[in-house]
């Protein structure tokens, strides 16, 4: 309602604008009015003819730059309105400002062809020392041909008309290169220059009957394409696509001759090539809208699936090339954006995750996206010293990384180059191993979901998206990752459900940042935990290292992989810019996180002591604390270390800022008292006091669970409590680092097994220093210590008691200690 309300009020200021200008300049208003109104109509029309070629479109932003001249300098009620006295200068300056924005827009184009594509190159090795002399050679010629068919001050309609003798000259000349060169000299010289820019800048002269841009196309793609490597095919499939495919009536052809004249494992490679350079001009892009002929889709798709029954059967008998395949997982990483790469801090539209600073790279993602694709394949051995070779990532592979987004497509890629913009700075900054693909959403499908908040459009088209892609890579398995925020579980359902695609995607991982219930799904087992649920492969997990370990323990990745996994989890968390003014949390190392928690030396905390809250030994026993209207505390209740409660069945105040409480809200969700809340699990043990008498009491702590994987999200909190009810960025902290280090925890059990050293835990920043007064819900009282291995202060708790039988001036001084960790006190 809000949106629409915006939207409304937006629309009214508008129209108000336009009659206020209409009113005051109608002449000069209304000429504004219909230029805008005929380039948005441009833009909204991208599958129209007036797109089909660059030139179309240079001409048509060109027309529009000479109306716009036109109107301001012609119009009497115009601000910048040259009088009838003056004519000529008048129209010099249309004509000039019509000129520069002409080169404008073809200075952009050239930069847009000119671009390299990040396609990985051949080893300059695996050429002959001659080749590349003569290549060298060759491609200097070439380049200086290109400079003259391509003049930086003169389009090419003007070039071709006033100087075409020589135009023709030089195009014969360009084919002439290309083919005589052999097929060395043909791949150095197609990965080294700018061939999209030339095929571009090669016409067909309809007039003079020289179609030299099919003739070169015709060479390249047909006559020659079998002596072409798969990086030189990529950079010709680049290439015809960034000059578009509607530009030449043939291209659709070519495309499909160089597809059907590549088998096997290269055809594999072409397709991931294809769609690791990091822009819009991706396979899937290529076959489902660049190519509109439906026959040719067809056959393409129909070699495709025949290319990948005869893979399966080369692995099936274990031939060569099956044993070669053998080594790679085969895998695609399919992954969502927002609240799934990285924390979208609650901004709507794009998430509801708030657990992290907004635009925070969660910790872990990138090396679990690089584990998926490593697999877990066996290491092939060295023929010398019988050592495993290096299982880490290869940069020279080609990684399978595709974001299934649900950010809509807008004119060209307008929208998609912001997101291709800030994954090369993950490349360039955090190391993000490839450079992937995304297939966007549809402005259809987002203004549903802005206007009438339904996820179901944004999944279907997930679907689509993700249906159309398992049928360009049938000889790959996928593995799905997104969160329970908008419809991501909804489009692994229909995957499932589809009897064609079910057996593709073989694992699905959802990142939960909201209650499980509130996951939009058509099944309610698909919004439960347990592995029981209606499809055992849809995953929940809140840290990347727990999904790791459930990779692992699936097979996905290997034992060092998850090592590498969750040091980086560290490493990302330490690199998080929270809003807080302590310092950042430090590692500390598995075995000095055991000394500090069990140390016996320890003055404050004695040798695996449960953390108590219980009076002084100076002190009488106390009543019964009344805890703002709630069941009263007993003399002595007993809670365990943080982290290792669970096993033992104690009170673990973990439990209270784990997953279940976590998923409350983003992050509005209230604190639960340490000492009194109310929650569901499956298996319980309820902790009670350790005297006989209190036993009967109502406890005040938690009903807690046996497994501490299976945790329900059914939390209950209580109001009135002094945190306010609102997390900052400290108490976030504080819980991300308990998660974390729970399942580093669990992970370093695994590496134990595997003779794998451990991975240093997290140190907790301490908030208030030693002596502060801080307020909990025994009252107020002073902070004497502080753990940093697990976060938890010692707060000393002190109040007057009247003395039985002294009437007056019987008082005395009680005291508590308080063990509680720093997100159990109130904001300051």
């Keep these: ?60 932003w060109t027309l529009m730059a000479f109306l716009l001249a036109r109107a301001v300098v012609f119009c009497k009620d115009s601000p910048l309105h040259f009088s009838t006295e003056r004519p ?28 390299v594509p990040n396609i990985r190159k051949v080893s300059s090795s695996t050429f002959g020392v001659e080749a590349k002399l003569n290549a060298d050679v060759k491609l200097a010629e070439l380049r200086d041909l290109l400079h003259k ?55 067909d002269h309809k007039y003079a009957r020289q179609p030299n841009r099919t003739k070169l196309l015709k060479l390249l793609a047909c006559d020659r394409v079998t002596e072409l490597n798969v990086t030189s095919k990529a950079l010709l499939l680049d290439g015809l696509q960034r000059l578009k495919l509607s530009a030449h009536p043939q291209c659709e052809e070519f495309v499909r001759t160089i597809i059907m004249r590549t088998k096997g494992d290269d055809l594999s490679d072409l397709k991931s090539s294809t769609d690791a350079k990091g822009t819009i001009e991706s396979l899937h892009h290529l076959i489902y809208v660049d190519i509109r002929q439906a026959k040719i889709k067809e056959s393409i798709l129909h070699y495709i699936e025949e290319q990948a029954e005869v893979q399966a059967a080369h692995k099936k008998i274990n031939t060569k090339a099956g044993k070669r395949s053998g080594r790679l997982a085969w895998r695609k990483i399919l992954s969502d954006v927002d609240d799934t790469l990285c924390c979208s801090g609650g901004a709507w539209p794009s998430g509801i995750d708030t657990s992290f600073p907004k635009k925070a790279i969660y910790p872990g993602v990138l090396a679990f996206y690089r584990e998926l694709d490593l697999g877990s394949q066996q290491l092939q051995q060295q023929p010398h010293n019988n050592e495993p070779v290096n299982d ?23 929208s998609e180059n912001f997101t291709y913009a800030k994954l090369q700075v993950l490349q360039k900054e955090r190391g993000l191993y490839t450079s992937p693909t ?12 802005m206007v009438k908040d339904d996820c179901e ?37 229909m995957v499932f459900d589809d009897d064609r695609f079910r057996n593709s995607l073989h694992r699905v991982y959802i990142h939960q940042v909201q209650p499980l219930h509130r996951t939009h799904t058509k099944y309610n087992a698909s919004r439960t935990r347990y592995s029981q649920s209606r499809n055992p492969n849809i995953f929940y997990f809140v840290t990347y290292v727990e999904a790791a370990i459930d990779a692992y323990h699936n097979a996905l990745i290997r034992p060092s992989g998850l090592r590498r996994i969750m040091q980086e989890a560290v490493n990302d968390f330490l690199l998080i810019k929270w809003t807080v003014t302590a310092p950042p949390p430090l590692a500390i190392t598995a075995t000095a996180a055991t000394n500090s928690l069990f140390s016996s030396t320890s003055s404050t905390f004695s040798a695996n002591p449960p953390l108590q809250v219980m009076q002084s030994s100076s002190c009488r026993p106390f009543p019964a604390l009344p805890l703002t209207g709630h069941s009263s505390l007993s003399t002595q209740q007993w809670m365990s270390p943080i982290g290792h409660s669970s096993r033992m069945g104690y009170f673990n105040p973990a439990d209270l800022v784990d997953r279940g409480v976590r998923a409350l ?134 109040w007057f008691d009247r003395v039985p039988g002294e009437m007056e001036a019987g008082f005395s001084k009680r005291c508590i200690k308080v063990f509680l960790p720093g997100i159990s006190f109130p904001k300051r």
């Design 438 to 449: 995304m297939l966007p959403g549809s402005l259809d499908t987002g203004s549903q979901f």
């Design 457 to 493: 459009p944004i999944a279907q088209k997930k679907f689509e998206n993700l249906r159309e892609y398992l049928r360009l890579y049938p000889e790959f398995s996928c593995i799905f990752i997104g969160d329970n925020g908008q419809g991501d579980v909804r489009t692994a359902e």
């Design 88 to 115: 000529a200068l008048a129209w010099f300056i249309v004509v000039v400002f019509t000129f520069l924005a002409h080169n404008y827009d073809r200075h952009l184009r050239r930069l847009v062809l000119s671009k």
């Design 392 to 414: 880490e990532w290869d940069k020279s592979r080609i990684g399978n990384l595709v974001f299934l987004s649900a950010r809509p497509h807008v004119y060209k890629d307008i």
């Design 665 to 798: 809200s983003p992050d509005r969700f209230k604190i639960p008292s340490l000492l009194h809340h109310t929650t569901h699990y499956s298996s319980s043990s309820i902790i009670g006091s350790s005297s006989s008498s209190a036993s009967n009491q109502p406890s005040s702590l938690a009903v807690v669970s046996n497994n501490k994987r299976k945790r329900s999200t059914a939390v209950e909190t209580l109001d009135g409590l002094p945190t306010g009810g609102i997390m900052n960025d400290s108490m976030k902290r504080e819980m991300r680092i308990r998660e974390l280090n729970r399942d580093l925890e669990a992970g370093n059990a695994i590496l134990a097994q595997h003779q794998l050293p451990a991975v240093d835990l997290l140190l907790f920043p301490q908030l208030r220093s030693i002596g502060s007064t801080v307020r909990t819900l025994f009252g107020t009282g002073t902070v004497v210590s502080f753990r940093s291995s697990d976060g938890i202060y010692e707060v000393h708790v002190y």
């Design 149 to 203: 068919i391509d003049q930086l001050w003169m389009s090419s309609t003007f070039l071709n008309f006033f100087f075409l003798p020589s135009v023709l000259f030089w195009e014969h000349k360009i084919i002439s290169i290309f083919a005589e060169a052999n097929a060395d000299e043909l791949n150095i010289i197609i990965s080294s220059i700018e061939l999209a820019l030339m095929i571009y800048k090669m016409k």
């Design 1 to 60: 309602d809000s949106f629409l309300l915006l939207i409304n009020l937006c629309v009214i200021l508008l129209v108000l604008a336009v009659v206020v200008a209409v009113q005051l300049a109608p002449e000069f208003s209304l000429s504004l009015i219909g230029i805008c109104a005929v380039a948005v109509i441009y833009i909204l029309t991208e599958q129209w003819m007036t797109h089909d070629a660059v030139e179309f479109e240079n001409r048509f």
